[in-house]
């Protein structure tokens, strides 16, 4: 999966209905929490072989098991088959955020480092918004 240099806004702009409005809904309040940090699109392969398209909000490094340095989001948003995820790639206090807090944005699963929901409106988005600015200061 890589960065594809697609813009973002268009991406958005070609879904269908309802998933538009959903992730533009929560692209808003999570791009208003990490303003000034790259916001992308992330395309290809994800894990278990799937296709994938991914808004990826700010940038972090890390490095894999096979000494590979890999850049990746902060925060990313994507629509699955048959609900949507939001990927939350920070920790505090050696707990990942989305297990940490997740419970807490609403009508969610959560996963360790990934909350899915079925749309947008099972979502708190204050409690979103708070979640967002966590994972934005954890990841420095």
Do not use: C, H
Not at 50 to 66: A, E, H, T, V
Not at 120 to 139: G, Q
Request: charged share 30%.
């Amino acid at each position: 999966m890589e960065i594809s240099g697609r813009n973002v806004d268009e991406y958005l702009a070609g879904l269908p209905e309802p998933l538009r409005a959903d992730l533009t809904a929560l692209d808003a309040v999570i791009a208003a929490e990490m303003k000034e940090l790259p916001r992308e699109l992330y395309e290809g392969k994800f894990w278990g072989g799937s296709d994938q398209q991914i808004i990826g909000y700010g940038r972090y490094s890390y490095q894999r098991s096979d000494k590979k340095t890999v850049e990746w989001f902060v925060v990313g948003l994507a629509a699955q088959k048959n609900y949507l995820s939001l990927y939350i790639a920070a920790v505090e206090d050696g707990q990942y955020l989305s297990e940490k807090y997740g419970k807490d944005l609403g009508k969610v699963k959560v996963g360790k480092s990934s909350i899915s929901f079925k749309a947008a409106a099972d979502i708190d988005t204050d409690e979103l918004a708070s979640l967002v600015r966590r994972a934005r200061e954890s990841a420095g």
